[in-house]
C-alpha cells in the first residue's frame, strides 16, 4: 500500500512519470506493507532516487570496470589514493562529484569486489538525485571499502519479504567452495523488469545466479545457493532534505563510522556490520 500523508495514494499526470517510475509506484501500492510519505515531495524523491540506482547500476554493467578482491583492488590515482587494504581514499585536492564520475568515465583504471560496487552505484545515483554542489558540501571525506559509507548516506538493512526496484538484496552461498571466497554470496540491485545487476556477475535472473553460485560449492555440498532475505537501502527520507539544508547557513560535523578492514569478498551489509561490532567488543 502506498500512502501520501496519511491517505491513499493515486498516480495523477502531474508527477509525469516514465517506465522505471511507473514499475515502481505500482509495486508500492500492491505491497503488502505499507510505504508511507508526508508528502508527494518525498516521494519523488525516492522514486527518483531509485530510477538513478538503477540506471547506475546499468551503466556499470556496461562500464569496464571489474571485479577483483581487495587485494588486487585498483583505481585512477588522479582522484583516489589506494590504501593497503584496497580502499580507495579521496584525495583532498579533488571534489567527491568528480572522483566518483570518473569511476564511470575511466572505468577501465578500475577495478574492485562486490559491496564496493554497491556503494558506487549509490554515491553515482545520489549525485544525480541531490546534484553537484550538495553531494560536493555532504560527502567531503569518501572512502570506498566495503559497506564503509558515509553516514548521510544512511544505509538501512533489514529482513524482509517484499522488495522494490532500486534495493540491494543478497545472495547466500552457505557451503562455498574454500578455495574461491569470493562467491560467498553476491549483492544484486533489483531492476526494474526483475532481473538483478551483480558486479562480477552482469545482468541475470535470480535463477542464473543460484545456479552459477551453486557451481561454486564444496564438494558434497547439499547446501545450495538461495536468495536471502536481507533488504539494503539508502535512507531516502534524510537525502531527500539534503538539499534544503544546503541552503541553511550549517557546518557539516559527522561522526565518522567505525571503519575495519576485514578483508571479506561479497559480503552483505549485515556481515560488514557484524565484523565492525566484533572490532569494538574485542
Known sequence: ???VAGVPFQPSSLLQLGTIERVIIQQMMNAPVVYSYPSVRELQFEISARKHII????????????????????CNPTYWNLTGAGGFLLRPDVFPADAIL??????????????T???????HAILKSIGRTAFNTFFRNLYLYSWHTDPDLGLNTFHGSHFLPGDVIYFNNPDFHIQTPWFRGLNAVIL?????????????????IIDFLNTQRNPGSIQPAYLGSIVTRPSFDRLSNLSIALHRERTVHKKTPRLVHHNKNRISLVQHLHYCNTEIQS
Open 1 to 3: 500500500m502506498l500512502q
Open 55 to 74: 540506471e547506475s547500476a546499468k551503466a556499470m554493467n556496461e562500464s569496464q570496470v571489474e571485479f577483483t578482491t581487495f587485494r588486487y583492488a585498483r
Open 102 to 115: 570518473d569511476i564511470y568515465r575511466n572505468s577501465s583504471l578500475y577495478a574492485f569486489e562486490c559491496a
Open 117 to 123: 560496487a554497491v556503494v558506487i552505484i549509490y554515491y
Open 192 to 208: 526494474e523488469d526483475g532481473h538483478y545487476f551483480g558486479h562480477g556477475f552482469g545482468i541475470m535472473s535470480g535463477r542464473e
